[in-house]
C-alpha cells in the first residue's frame, strides 16, 4: 500500500466522524477559512506597493522631519514637498529642513516662484520632530550631529549604503529621485490637478487624491533639472512620471523656474570667462576676478566645457577675499575632485574635492599668499598648478 493509499484510509475512517459531528466540520471550515484570509491579507500586506507602505508609515507619526542634503537642488526640494504633502494627507505634519546655502539662482527661483517654506538648520539640535525621513540621499552629512541621525526612511535614487529603520527605497537606475515620489502618487492613487481647477485660497495641497499643482511643477522641475532635460542618465522611469504630472503643470511657473533671469554681473563674469580663457590642448582655465555673485563661478565653468576641444576646465573668481574654484571635465584622465583638492591641498584652511565630473575648492587669498607655514604662491602660480593638476602632475 503506498502513501495514497494511507491517506486514502486515513480520510475514510475520519470523513464519517466528520458527517456524523457536524458542530466539529463547521469548525474544521471556519478556522480553515480564517487561516486563508489572514494568509491572504498577510500576502497582501508584504506585496502593497512603496507608495502605500511610505504613507502608512508616516501616517502614524503625529509629526516628522524631512532632510534633504545639503545646498538643495529643485530634485531634492520638490521630493521633500512631495512627502509634505503625503505627510498632510495622512493628518501628520511635515517640516522641511536643509543645511548648507540654496545657491545657484535657478534654486532660489524655485524656493521663491513655488513660495516654498524651507528651515535652515545648522545642527540635529535644530530638528524639532524626533522622526527623520532623507529625501535625495540616503546619509545626512556636513551638519552637527549627523552621523548620529538614524532616519525613519530614506528615498533616494543615489549610490550609497544609508538605510531607514522603516523604510528604503533606493533606484540607482532614475534620473531623479522626484520620479521615484511621482510613482508613490500614482500607487497611493492621486492625479495631478489643472491648475486652472484650484481656488487658491482652498489651500490645495491638503486635499487628498489630489496633486497641488505648485507639487506637480516641482517635480516635473525636479526630474527636468537633475536629467538635462531629459537628455542625461534618465530611464523610462523618469520619462513615465514626467508624462503622468504633465496636466498639472502650471506652465508659467515652470518657465518662470526653469528659465530664471540672469543678473548682469553673472552675465559679465561669463563674458570675462570667455574672452580671459586660457586653452592648452584639451584643458581650459580662466580667471574671472572680482564677483559679486559665487554661484556665477561654477555657471562659468560649465559655460566653457561647451567649448569644441575642451574637455576639462577650471573657473577661479573672488569675492570678500576668498577665492573660490570650479572645475568641470568630461576627460576619463582628469578626476576633477581630486585635480581641485590637489592644488587647494597646500594653502592653509584651503578646501577641495568632488567627483570625477565636477570639483569645487576654496582658499583665502590671505592665506594663498603666505601667512601659512610654506611660502605662498601668487594667483599666477595657482593658474599654473591648475594646468598642473589637470595634466596629473601634481
Ligand atoms: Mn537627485
Not at 478556522?31 to 497582501?44: E, H, I, M, P, Q
Not at 482652498?202 to 489630489?210: D, L, N, W
Not at 576676478?289 to 575642451?310: F, H, K, M, W, Y
Request: proline share 5%; hydrophobic share 40%; charged share 25%.
Amino acid at each position: 500500500m503506498g502513501a495514497v493509499g494511507a491517506t486514502r484510509d486515513a480520510f475514510e475512517e475520519f470523513a464519517p466522524t466528520l458527517l456524523e459531528e457536524p458542530l466539529l466540520t463547521a469548525g474544521v471550515l471556519a478556522v480553515l477559512f480564517l487561516l486563508l484570509t489572514l494568509g491572504g491579507l498577510v500576502v497582501r500586506y508584504l506585496r502593497r506597493p512603496p507608495g502605500k507602505r511610505f504613507a502608512g508609515l508616516i501616517g502614524k507619526y503625529d509629526a516628522v522631519a524631512v532632510l534633504m542634503h545639503p545646498d538643495p537642488d529643485p530634485d531634492a526640494i520638490s521630493c521633500a514637498l512631495a512627502v509634505k504633502e503625503i505627510a498632510t494627507s495622512r493628518g501628520t505634519d511635515a517640516t522641511l529642513y536643509y543645511s548648507g546655502e540654496i545657491r545657484h539662482h535657478e534654486n532660489r527661483a524655485f524656493e521663491t516662484v513655488l513660495d516654498i517654506d524651507l528651515k535652515k538648520i545648522k545642527s540635529k539640535a535644530d530638528i524639532n520632530e524626533d522622526e527623520i525621513i532623507l529625501v535625495d540621499h540616503n546619509r545626512p552629512r556636513n551638519f552637527q550631529g549627523a552621523e548620529a541621525i538614524e532616519p525613519l526612511a530614506v528615498v533616494d535614487h543615489h549610490p550609497g549604503v544609508g538605510t531607514g529603520r522603516k523604510f528604503t527605497d533606493i533606484r540607482t537606475d532614475y534620473g531623479a529621485c522626484a520620479s521615484i515620489l511621482t510613482e508613490y502618487f500614482e500607487e497611493l492613487g492621486w492625479n495631478p490637478v489643472r491648475p486652472a481647477d484650484v481656488d487658491e485660497d482652498e489651500e490645495p495641497e491638503t486635499a487628498e487624491g489630489v496633486v497641488s499643482p505648485i507639487t506637480a511643477t516641482a517635480l516635473v522641475h525636479g526630474i527636468q533639472s537633475d536629467t538635462k532635460s531629459l537628455t542625461k542618465g534618465c530611464s523610462v522611469d523618469d520619462f513615465n512620471a514626467a508624462a503622468f504630472l504633465y496636466p498639472g503643470i502650471d506652465n508659467s511657473k515652470l518657465d518662470r523656474i526653469a528659465n530664471p533671469d540672469v543678473d548682469p554681473d553673472s552675465l559679465d563674469a561669463k563674458a570675462r570667462a570667455i574672452t580671459e580663457r586660457d586653452v592648452r590642448s584639451a584643458f581650459a582655465v580662466s580667471d574671472v576676478g572680482t564677483v559679486s555673485n559665487t554661484d556665477s563661478i561654477p555657471q562659468c565653468a560649465d559655460e566653457l566645457l561647451r567649448l569644441e576641444g575642451v574637455n576639462a576646465v577650471v573657473v577661479l573668481g573672488d569675492k570678500e577675499g576668498e577665492i573660490r574654484l570650479a572645475g568641470r571635465s568630461k576627460d576619463d584622465r582628469v578626476h576633477m575632485g581630486h585635480a581641485i583638492e590637489a592644488v587647494v591641498d597646500d594653502i592653509p584652511m584651503g578646501k577641495g574635492g568632488g567627483h570625477p565630473q565636477m570639483g569645487g575648492g576654496k582658499c583665502s587669498i590671505e592665506h594663498m599668499e603666505g601667512l601659512g607655514p610654506g611660502d605662498g604662491i601668487s594667483r599666477d602660480e595657482l593658474h599654473e598648478r591648475l594646468f598642473a593638476a589637470m595634466n596629473g602632475e601634481l
